[in-house]
Every structure is written in structure tokens, then in C-alpha cells.
């Protein structure tokens, strides 16, 4: 199984970036796909995450309204569109698969560096 995330870059506050992840190995519908992030000195924190299906999405409370998941299955790929951006989103973002009825992500990507200026 791998997870391949990509899209990261610097933005100015208030800009936007779009991350994705692309997933092989596994049967990607039947897994709900995941984001977190890690800051320099901080632990890894939940992002949001999207069911399997698609019909539900949840999100931290720090990127309720900016941040969008989403997912593509005949693509094999997750999205993350990030608006609204504040240098408190400068980390290194990880996206992770989680089979169903499994309590963790199971597999996780290399990560992608996102790093917003003020």
C-alpha cells in the first residue's frame, strides 16, 4: 500500500492551497481517507477525514470553514482544499487510510510541507 501526497507549497496568509493523495494497494472506496498535520516542535493533529462513501466529512475546530475534503474514487484520490490560510497552518500534512471498521489509520503517507507567510 502506498499513499502518495502532493500539492504542498507557501502561501500568503488569507491565500489558498490544494493538497492531494493519491492511494494504490488497496481498495480505496472501502477505506475513509484521513489528513493530520504535524508544526516543528508540535505532535501530529487530526485535520479532517471523509467517509468511504463520501457522505460524511468531519473537521477539526481549528479549519471548520476553510478547510474542504473531498474524494475522488474512480481516482483513487483524496483532496484537501485549504482557504483562508494563517501561518498556524504551516506544517508537514500527512494524508492516512482507514479501513472500515478498523478504530486507526492503518496506513499513512510520506507527507506534504505547507508553509503560510503573514
Known amino acids: 500500500v502506498q499513499l502518495q501526497a502532493y500539492g504542498g507549497g507557501s502561501a500568503q496568509a488569507g491565500g489558498s492551497l490544494r493538497l492531494s493523495c493519491t492511494a494504490s494497494g488497496l481498495t480505496f472506496s472501502a477505506y475513509a481517507m484521513g489528513w493530520f498535520r504535524q508544526a516543528p516542535g508540535k505532535q501530529r493533529e487530526f485535520v479532517g477525514v471523509?467517509?468511504?462513501?463520501?457522505?460524511?466529512?468531519d473537521y477539526a475546530d481549528s479549519v471548520k470553514g476553510r478547510f474542504t475534503i473531498s474524494r475522488d474514487n474512480a481516482k483513487n484520490t483524496v483532496y484537501q482544499q485549504m482557504n483562508s490560510l494563517k501561518p498556524d497552518d504551516t506544517a508537514v500534512y500527512f494524508c492516512?487510510?482507514?479501513?472500515?471498521?478498523?478504530?486507526?489509520?492503518?496506513?499513512w503517507g510520506q507527507g506534504t510541507q505547507v508553509t503560510v507567510s503573514s
Open positions: 492516512a487510510a482507514q479501513a472500515k471498521g478498523v478504530g486507526f489509520f492503518e496506513y
Open positions: 471523509v467517509s468511504w462513501s463520501r457522505a460524511s466529512t
